[in-house]
């Protein structure tokens, strides 16, 4: 496994590997690898002749009081884990070398960025296309693999490659749970272990409206009261900072469970933000 830091070699390594006629999938993360990268990892190597991973914490797409310094690192992990997973270039770089100091440029979709988690940090979904933008021009992959876990993410980059005519093929795979059925993320380290005890009741919430949606339930008023008095009840501390019911593509709200429905949460214990959702079936 090649492990860059140099914007311009991971160009020409991947410029090399078009040349020969090779499909390149590219998995954009910011590391502190986890269960969930690692299947994001194990499906583009499946489909794809060669395996980019991107590890950047990008300063970009967090606020000014959000946790960019404390955000987990763990270099020498992520590519030992990398390398057991068949990743080709491990693509790490530093901040100054993916911004020019002058960096003019943003990519944005307010449309389907403003609501939900961008309500809560205005800017983020805009660092974040900007990024993968420049990764996706770095590596012109044939394939991005992202997680549903950040479904809003997911969404907003499928726009944007649509729109943009970029080339890429965005494919999203399943939420990796902890056998508790708490979705797997970096930010879950920083729960106290009482929290972590908790958290899965954010995952109970979301299967609680599912099946009243099976019984007949198609209110969304009704539904988020459920799911917000159930998290009262088995998450002490939490306090919700979104339960809603959107379209799946549009992200538009929605006031009934009349078709795919996409329940997407966001719940603060303490100071922790964990984001999960579910796609209601009626
Ligand atoms: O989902 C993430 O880890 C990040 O938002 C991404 C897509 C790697 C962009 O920095």
Redesign the pocket.
Known sequence: MDVLADPTLLKQHCQTWRTQGLTIALV???GFLHAGHLSLLDHARSVADRLVL?I?V?PT?FGPNEDLDRYPRDLPRDLELAAAHGVDLAFAPEADAMYHPDHATWVDVPELGAGLCGASRPGHFRG?CT??TKLFGLVRPDLAV??QK?WQ?LAIIRRMARDLELGVEIVGRPIFREPDGLAMSSRNVYLTPEEREEAPAIRQGLALVQEAVRSGELDVTRLGLMFRSHLAEKLSGSRVDYAAFVHPEALSPKACVDAPTLLAVAVFLSRVRLIDNILLEV
Request: glycine letters at 8%; proline letters at 7%; a negative charge.
């Open positions: 954009p993360t910011m991107s950047f990008n797409q974040v990024v993968v992202f997680g950040d993410q």
